[in-house]
Every structure is written in C-alpha cells, then in structure tokens.
C-alpha cells in the first residue's frame, strides 16, 4: 500500500495567488514526521516545512503553512502569495517512528509539479 | 565544500560494468542516505547510514553496496550495472537530532 499519495500530477496557479497542494498518508505508527520538498528544474531538493504528529500548531515557514488534518491523515501544503519562481516540483514525505531513533528514513510521494502563471 | 557534494554530475555506464558513486558532506552530519529518483515514483530509499562504521538497508536495496568508513564519506556502489538502475541518484545527510535531510545535487546515471 502507498504510504504518501500525491494525487495531483501537475497544476497550476496564477502568480499572486494562494494554492494548496494535497498530501494523504498513511500509517498505523503514532509518532510520525511529515515533510515538503521542493525541487526546481536544476533538480536540487530544497527542504520546505516539517510538521511532527504530536505538534498541537499546523507548521508555517515565510509563505509555506503546512494544513495538518491529523484524523484525515492529510498534510496539504498551502503556498501564499505564489511567486514565480515557485514553478517546480514538489514532494511530500514522511518519516515514521520518531521515538525509535534508528529509524530515520524518508518515505516519498510521486510529486506534483506547480506551473505559477504571470 | 560546502554541503553535500557528490560526483560524478552524470555518467553513461555500459551494462555489467561496476561504477561507484561518490558522496562527500562538510557539516559532520551523522546519517546518511542514498536515493534514486525515477521518474512518477518520487525518491526511493536505496541504503542509509545512522553513524560511521554503520550501514542498513532501505527500500531498494539490491545491487547496491554502501560503506561508511568514515563520517564525512558514504560512497554508493554498483557492482554489476543494469539498464534498470538508470536513475537519478541523491546523497542526503542529517544532524543528530534534527528532522531535515540536506541533499546532495544528484548524479545522473545511465546504463546502457
């Protein structure tokens, strides 16, 4: 079974704008990390936002908030105020076990890919 | 250095032919990973390092090999290539305590 779906392959968004990329997950692990990468054409992955499961806040960075739905296993990330320069990919993850510290492997979604419109 | 360096930027590697993958991080990060990324599948986890002189297994393992001989260098090894190992390969690293993973710039690997 997929742990991290990623429904929209692409989309788009005219500059100014806010939009909201969507991220579903699936886990029987209570303690849990999410994550958003961003992956522009050069191909780097640039680290976004990180929302842990037992976080009482929804994460925000700058223009990224991270819309933890936790009884809905959704970590949609919100981008306000699209820029140009945010046209990429984007990937969400996620990390199980917080507790067992051995385990800090990244299980990723198949992204979506934002085209941001003048 | 700064960061996460890894080489070489891309290659084209001939089926059967072994080829090693070089990653080199500055920040003294503890664990590190090794990725590939194909295309609708996002990033797949091929081996991972907690610590220096320590290795495991991810998601994809077979017909990789990693060592970790020392904190700074976790180089990824194919000991017989495949045409289905041409990918897009990441190195990440991770300070002890912290959730972020810093990511190398990729190789690109071809295997014909």
């Known amino acids: 079974a997929q742990k991290i779906t990623q429904t929209q392959p692409g989309m788009f968004v005219q500059e100014k704008e806010a939009v909201t990329l969507d991220c579903t997950y699936d886990?029987?692990?209570?303690?849990?990390?999410l994550f958003w990468y961003k992956q522009p054409s050069s191909g780097e992955m640039i680290f976004l936002i990180y929302q842990g499961s037992y976080d009482q806040q929804n994460a925000t960075e700058g223009r990224y908030s991270l819309n933890f739905q936790k009884a809905r296993k959704s970590a949609n990330l919100v981008i306000s105020a699209s820029q140009l320069g945010d046209s990429a990919m984007y990937f969400c993850?996620?990390?199980?076990?917080?507790?067992?510290?051995?385990?800090?492997?990244?299980?990723f979604g198949s992204g979506t890919r934002l085209l941001v419109r003048p | 250095i700064a960061g996460i360096t890894q080489a070489p930027t891309s290659q084209i590697l001939a089926a059967g032919r072994r080829m090693t993958l070089r990653c080199t991080q500055d920040m003294r990060h503890n664990a590190m990973y090794w990725y590939r990324q194909d295309l609708g599948l996002g990033l797949r986890l091929i081996h991972y390092s907690n610590t220096a002189g320590t290795t495991g297994k991810g998601e994809v393992p077979d017909g990789y090999s990693v060592s970790r001989a020392n904190t700074d260098d976790f180089p990824l090894t194919l000991a017989s290539a495949v045409p289905s190992q041409t990918s897009v390969y990441f190195c990440?690293?991770?300070?002890?305590?912290?959730?972020?993973?810093?990511f190398g710039p990729g190789t690109r690997l071809t295997v014909l």
């Open positions: 993850a996620m990390r199980e076990g917080l507790i067992r510290r051995s385990s800090y492997k990244l299980i």
């Open positions: 886990t029987s692990d209570p303690s849990y990390g």
């Open positions: 990440a690293s991770r300070r002890t305590g912290d959730n972020e993973q810093f």
